[in-house]
């Protein structure tokens, strides 16, 4: 693959989502993202080790190294996109895709609200018992920021005050993340007997302007003080009395909407059989972005089983997840679960790692079809490095001054890895003992790093996530799904003001304003899987797989390969409910962990028969693509970059990417 040459699609994506500025004017080549990604490794391994890589080492990172330019290995996006950089030396929870925590305190709303604004995927589960409301209601004022683009920097502390006299409460909110995050903790722990509550955010900088550490766009106040707004509500709602499951549920759900430009993905878990646990259950339903409860689509919301269902209970649920759309709620064994992992509590938001509370997990994985004409000692080798460098990502100090230092000490000892696999349906020649060999390969490369450096060895090392932005730059399948179609256009969003846009529009691609963003551009990309089996349908080869068959794919990559979870959004049509049922009543066991669901796109619908402005993916004829793509000229980005301000969507509005 020395002379892979990335598609148009991957290269445009890549510049749009990971090369960082170099100046105002000039950005990262492929190249130049990958060294600096490399240098964060370093950086670690020295740390860990507490003296200069040898020669050896050298030599390791830098054959990682052009596996990682080859796109056959890569880290986790947040890691392409900030590694190497001085700020995650001073947040290291950065690096981290996915988290998991008990929400049931204020110090842990604070926690939560500190992850997303590091771009860091949070899993909760809401505790009663110590979080109320406020002591009685009282009047909400805002005071929105007036600062432009340009103007100097607001203060970055939270100010915080009490008049006994007129019985005012003011929370002057800081412009920086610590102080977004302290400011939920002030808002749900005050307890002053207020008539008024002024939230205000007159400090906060301009919509737009360019966070230097993280390198993407400020929201400004626009998102955030919306959602303390509606936090100040719940807790009039409440006043005097103890949050339910389901107000901690919206508080947490109210601050994923407050970043614009890096997205926050959230789950929510609650165990069948709680008292709330049906309200929890319906929270989503079909239309809900056109009512006023749309942010409760900031988490997929799974239910927890202690024990095993009745047959009659699934088809119940069943049924419930029809009514609601036919993608909510998920479902999650426990004792699987803690089979594999005794400390787990509850997942991530994509649902691949069992975390503990205060669990955190760094991911990476590999592009099995790279290797597809190669040996298989080099197929292990890549593993076996990239599982090196995953742990390597574990060696991390997490006390910043914000994080409660449960985190910092379950990663101390639980070391948790995520090595996983994506374009798997691109190697039907894959056997179930070619992936046991792959994970033999990828646990003795993690074993091995923690054994060198005399620390904990990993709990467990292997998984499989959706992986979708990663996997269009890898040009590859997206983890273990198989696409909606053999030919495909892809609409990618771009900001109006990205420098790619030009070379896109002189190439030939068409472009069109994004319906939902009046500052995106849509870029129509055609896409081919001429090597994964479809069914044709009249002039359209479909993605017709059923359900059962997606099934019994999770449960041999379960058996086989996967120490954690395999995320997987299984696509059905509601005649198979009884066929899914039957499966899950017959293979409740130790290798089925969490499963979600998601109704079968039908190709034939437009996005307005399905009620939305546009669709990501849709379905085309082979004459329509190929029409298409032979007016396309030739698009070479390699050796010029561009940045645009939306960072690694995978998880956008709390979904996975197929779901």
């Known amino acids: 693959m020395s002379n892979y040459m990335p598609s148009a699609r991957a290269q445009a994506i890549t510049r749009r989502t990971y090369n960082r500025p170099l100046t105002d004017d000039i950005y990262e080549t492929w190249e130049q993202s990958i060294a600096r990604v490399i ?82 995927g949070v899993g909760f589960k809401p505790a009663t018992g110590v979080l109320s409301g406020f002591v009685r209601k009282m009047e909400v004022v805002t005071i929105r920021s007036e600062k432009k683009r340009g103007d100097p920097r607001g203060n970055k502390l939270n100010v915080e005050t009490f008049d006994p006299t007129t019985k005012t409460w003011v929370i002057r909110i800081g412009d920086s993340a610590e102080s977004w995050a302290k400011a939920i903790g002030k808002l749900v722990a005050g307890k002053y007997a207020a008539k008024k509550l002024v939230l205000d955010y007159s400090e906060i900088r301009a919509a737009g302007e360019i966070l230097k550490g993280y390198g993407w766009a400020c929201s400004g106040d626009s998102s955030i003080s919306v959602a303390f707004e509606k936090i100040a509500g719940i807790m009039n709602n409440f006043a005097g009395k103890l949050l339910s499951k389901a107000a901690v549920w919206d508080i947490a759900n109210w601050l994923g909407t407050t970043l614009s430009s890096r997205r926050s993905a959230e789950i929510g878990l609650i165990d069948y059989g709680d008292p709330e646990w049906q309200t929890i259950a319906t929270r989503k339903y079909k239309g809900f972005m056109d009512t006023q409860d749309w942010y409760r689509s900031q988490s997929n919301n799974s239910l927890i089983f202690h024990e095993k269902p009745t047959k009659r209970q699934l088809r119940d649920l069943f049924d419930l997840i029809i009514e609601n759309g036919g993608s909510e709620p998920g479902f999650v064994n426990a ?98 003992y070619d992936f046991r060999q792959m994970r033999n390969s990828a646990i003795h490369g993690a074993y091995s790093q923690a054994d060198e450096l005399e620390l904990e060895r990993p709990k467990n090392v292997t998984t499989i996530k959706p992986s979708g932005t990663l996997s ?16 495909i256009f892809n609409n990618v969003s771009f900001s109006k003001h990205s420098p790619v846009l030009p070379r896109l529009l002189d190439a030939g691609y068409r472009l069109w304003d994004c319906p939902n963003d009046p500052g995106a551009v849509l870029a129509v990309f055609p896409e081919a899987y001429p090597d994964v089996q479809f069914d044709k349908v009249g002039n359209h080869y479909l993605n017709k797989e059923s359900a059962i068959s997606q099934l019994n794919r999770y449960r041999m990559l379960m058996r086989e390969y996967c120490d954690q979870n395999v995320s997987i959004t299984i696509s059905y049509d509601p005649s198979e409910s009884k066929e899914v049922v039957d499966w899950l009543d017959k293979n409740w066991d130790e290798n089925t962990v969490a499963t979600s669901f998601l109704f079968r796109a039908d190709p034939f619908k437009t996005a307005q028969d399905l009620g939305f402005s546009y669709l990501p993916q849709t379905v085309v004829t082979e004459k329509d693509f190929r029409e298409y793509a032979s007016k396309l000229k030739p ?23 197929v779901r």
């Open 39 to 120: 240098n964060h490794q370093r950086w670690l391994w020295e740390r860990a080790q507490g003296d200069t890589l040898k020669p050896m080492q050298l030599a390791e990172l830098a054959e990682l190294q052009q596996l990682m330019v080859t796109r056959s290995n890569l880290p986790a996006g947040r890691t392409l996109w900030l590694g190497g950089t001085e700020l995650v030396k001073r947040r290291e929870a950065s690096m981290f895709n996915c988290s998991f925590m008990e929400i049931r305190t204020v110090h842990d709303l604070v926690d939560a609200f500190w992850l997303l604004l590091q771009g860091c």
């Open 335 to 432: 004792k699987a679960a803690l089979k594999r992992a005794p400390w787990f509590r509850g997942l991530n938001p994509c649902a691949e790692i069992l975390l503990a509370n205060y669990g955190f997990c760094n991911l990476v994985e590999t592009d099995l079809y790279k290797f597809k004409d190669k040996s298989p000692a080099e197929l292990h080798r890549a593993l076996y490095l990239i599982s090196r460098a995953n742990y390597r990502q574990t060696c991390v100090n997490l006390r910043d001054g914000v994080l409660q230092d449960a985190w910092h000490q379950t990663n101390e000892y639980l070391r948790l890895c995520g090595v996983g696999l994506t374009g798997i349906v691109r190697r039907p020649d894959l056997t179930p």
């Open 472 to 487: 269009k730059i890898m040009d590859t399948t997206e983890g273990c799904h198989r696409p909606l179609g053999k030919f």
């Open 635 to 657: 698009l070479d980005l390699t050796s010029e970059g561009s940045v645009d301000d939306q960072i690694e969507v995978e998880c956008a509005g709390g979904s996975c990417p």
